[in-house]
């Protein structure tokens, strides 16, 4: 599975937006990208998964370069609530096998 | 529709005793897999099962170590012989397949701790 590259951690304030990029300077052709969030003492939640140019849900969008080698989880108008960590992981489709790396700490400050 | 459901929460035990945990994949789902947590660290994948079978058990100790997912009932994780190193947090997750579009849904996991 690619490796991923993400900052450790990131602060930020109501109503801003968040962008998180990864790096994933291997991924393979099959690969795609899916970023998780995760709130303490719970699993991680499924947020968005694309393979390139952008995806958007009701919750984020997600943007890959034609390169595919980074992506970047974008974040509207975050709330406290959004005080999280996130993950990036890369792999085929859903992925057997998920990796997850040390993801960002995401803190929203009022 | 129920999420995936894990029991117990919060597991104590003393070393040398079994732990068994405990996983109610998503209605419809027949895709379980096991990851363990540490403190401040990301999930490490343990073992994938689909009904009654192993398909992936690389990341799971040769020893100590075992799982299951039977026709009928929950998925179980079971830990023989705990030692303080087992204290971990163990997720489950499960998915309609394996596909795209196809991302697993994790439960709230069961928090091991070894006395």
């Known amino acids: 599975l690619a490796k991923t590259t993400q900052p450790i951690s990131m602060d930020s304030y109501e109503g801003q937006e968040v962008n998180i990029t990864c790096s994933h300077n291997n991924i393979a052709t099959n690969d795609y990208i899916t970023w998780y969030q995760q709130f303490p003492s719970q699993g991680p939640r499924f947020i968005i998964q694309?393979?390139?140019t952008k995806v958007t849900n009701e919750v984020a969008s997600l943007f890959i370069p034609a390169d595919r080698k980074s992506s970047t989880l974008s974040l509207p108008r975050v709330s406290l609530s959004d005080t999280a960590v996130y993950y990036c992981?890369?792999?085929?489709?859903?992925?057997?096998?998920?990796?997850f790396g040390g993801g960002t700490r995401v803190l929203v400050k009022p | 529709n129920a999420g995936v459901m894990q029991n117990p929460r919060h597991l104590v035990r003393r070393r040398g005793q079994e732990a068994r945990l405990r996983c109610s994949p998503m209605k419809g789902h027949s895709h379980v897999y096991w990851y363990r947590q540490l403190p401040e660290e990301g999930l490490k994948f343990m073992v994938y099962l689909q009904k009654e079978n192993i398909i992936d058990e690389s990341g799971m100790p040769k020893e100590r170590f075992s799982a299951e997912f039977p026709k009928e009932g929950p998925s179980i994780l079971r830990i023989q012989q705990v030692v303080r190193g087992d204290s971990a947090a163990y997720f489950c997750?499960?998915?309609?397949?394996?596909?795209?579009?196809?991302?697993?849904?994790f439960g709230d996991g069961t928090r091991l701790s070894i006395l």
């Open positions: 992981l890369v792999g085929e489709a859903a992925g057997n096998k998920l990796t």
């Open positions: 997750a499960s998915s309609l397949g394996t596909g795209r579009n196809q991302p697993q849904h």
């Open positions: 694309g393979y390139k």
